[in-house]
């Protein structure tokens, strides 16, 4: 009877942990975008990992236990799924913690749940023990309220990972951590039988309560602040995100105001800049009235330029941002188009095209810093290879139902940096302006890809023109 029992408890335990392995993958598929193939690889280590640890370590203290666990857990998300490795530490050490966390939760519960139930039946309190049967169906309650918390919690877990900071992820990891080697530290010193007790007054079905009634309270309060401290930093980052894009929307408006004024200005005085330039005309002073042309142009702002592209506000904005790169020395080419029934908002191209802008404004200025060569006088003798190459090449336009815009840009980045996934990474100089390119291109379900290559940095963005409404503010 004994050998038919352990038999049915090795093969309940290959169940669970066969349903906890599949669960396991499919959330870190979820937040890390792996592909099917990624999700098998894992679940099927993961399973074989786990039942391994149990059938070799069933002797070892419960600590050494816990630790083998969670850092083959770890391991295996790191070296199986692609991405950020900061993203994939993050992701691993939430799930750790909400298995560790509901699990010693709910089994605390429920023990509790069978011990009343069992002294109700016996009314002995020395005999008032859980064992057989009831054991395993704790056992079974609990697995199943874990897999159904990983999985209820697997789309905001995602979205709270979606789009931030390296530091963001290692500012999560620490805290959870802690979190999971305090409740495993718990754990092991329950089961060496520091329970809490209250000596002499009370029995052993009173202590066995007061010991699982503790450790409901204690993972409680740790999921409870777990949860807080997660999706309070998520709203606080969004929050954040979304001042960042308000102070570019505003700066975007007011540099557009203040060119629609400086052409007002110029059409208020339309007719006496006619007159003048008449008068100069009929006594053949061509140079004269080329200058003054010239400073009517410069004055309104429309000198001549590339910026056609259908839209005032993205003409505006390239206008302005055609004259920082001319002040800089640097190469300006631009062949930028608009659908007629473009469906992407125009705050949302300021955002996309501005920020991208910045970037590569911001990517030559490093460049244009360098400094440049000396004579044997101490003379500037010529400029530097990389600042006589200094540029920015725009090119916007519609292929095949989708707005196209590629922008690249001389930089000073090695050909290996590495761009973990095309939506997902961001190199260290681009910060919340890449955030807010990627918040603006989702909304039109589009992507965002860039490479670096012989120092020059590309970033393309792909919209696709729907005829349905965008999705709102992420």
């Not at 691993?92 to 010693?104: D, E």
């Not at 999985?151 to 805290?175: G, H, I």
Request: aromatic share 10%.
């Amino acid at each position: 009877m004994s050998e038919a029992v352990n038999v049915w408890d090795v093969f309940l335990m290959l169940i669970l942990y066969f349903f906890y392995a599949w669960c396991a993958s499919c959330f870190l598929k979820n937040q890390l975008q792996g592909k099917k193939r990624e999700e098998g690889v894992f679940g099927g280590l993961l399973f074989c990992i786990y039942g391994a640890l149990a059938f070799f370590l069933s002797g070892v203290p419960y600590i050494f236990y816990a630790i083998c666990s969670h850092g083959a857990l770890v391991g295996l998300t790191m070296a199986v799924f692609r991405g950020e490795r900061e993203k994939k530490f993050l992701a691993a050490v939430m799930l750790a913690a909400m298995t560790v966390l509901v699990w010693n939760f709910t089994e605390s519960f429920f023990s509790c749940l069978g011990l009343i139930g069992i002294h109700a039946a016996v009314g002995n309190d020395h005999i008032t023990v859980m064992g057989g049967w009831v054991e395993r169906a704790v056992l079974l309650m609990t697995y199943g309220a874990g897999i159904l918390v990983i999985n209820r919690l697997s789309k905001p877990c995602a979205d709270a990972l979606e789009d931030k900071r390296k530091s963001w992820y290692l500012s999560l990891s620490v805290p959870l951590s802690c979190m999971i080697l305090v409740t495993d530290f718990v754990n092991w010193a329950a089961s060496n039988g520091i329970m809490v007790q209250a000596w002499g007054k009370y029995g052993l079905y009173e202590n066995q309560l007061f010991s699982h009634g503790a450790m409901c309270i204690f993972t409680g309060l740790a999921m409870a602040a777990a949860g807080f401290f997660v999706f309070a930093m998520n709203r606080i980052d969004q929050e954040e995100r979304a001042g960042e894009q308000y102070r570019s929307q505003v700066m975007y408006y007011q540099m557009m105001e203040e060119q629609y004024s400086r052409m007002e200005r110029l059409r208020h005085d339309m007719k006496n800049h006619m007159l003048a330039l008449d008068n100069l005309v009929q006594n053949r002073q061509w140079e004269n009235a080329g200058c003054y042309l010239k400073e009517m142009t410069e004055a309104g702002g429309v000198e001549a330029g590339d910026e056609i592209t259908g839209s005032l506000v993205i003409d505006a904005l390239l206008y302005h941002k055609r004259r920082q790169a001319m002040s800089m020395g640097i190469r300006w080419q631009c062949d930028a188009r608009l659908p007629k029934d473009c469906k992407v908002k125009e705050m949302d191209l300021c955002i996309i095209v501005g920020n991208i802008l910045d970037n590569a404004l911001e990517a030559c200025f490093k460049l244009q810093e360098k400094k440049p060569e000396k004579g044997d006088g101490g003379e500037d003798t010529k400029k530097t290879k990389d600042q006589a190459e200094s540029f920015i090449e725009i090119y916007m336009g519609t292929i095949k139902k989708c707005l196209f815009l590629e922008v690249r840009n001389s930089t000073d980045l090695p050909d290996e940096l590495e761009f973990c996934r095309t939506r997902k990474a961001s190199p260290k100089e681009h910060g919340l302006g890449l955030m807010n390119i990627k918040t603006a291109a989702a909304r039109y379900h589009g992507a965002v890809h860039m490479e670096v290559k012989n120092r020059v940095f590309a970033i393309s963005v792909l919209l696709p023109l729907y005829k349905e409404e965008p999705m709102g503010p992420a």
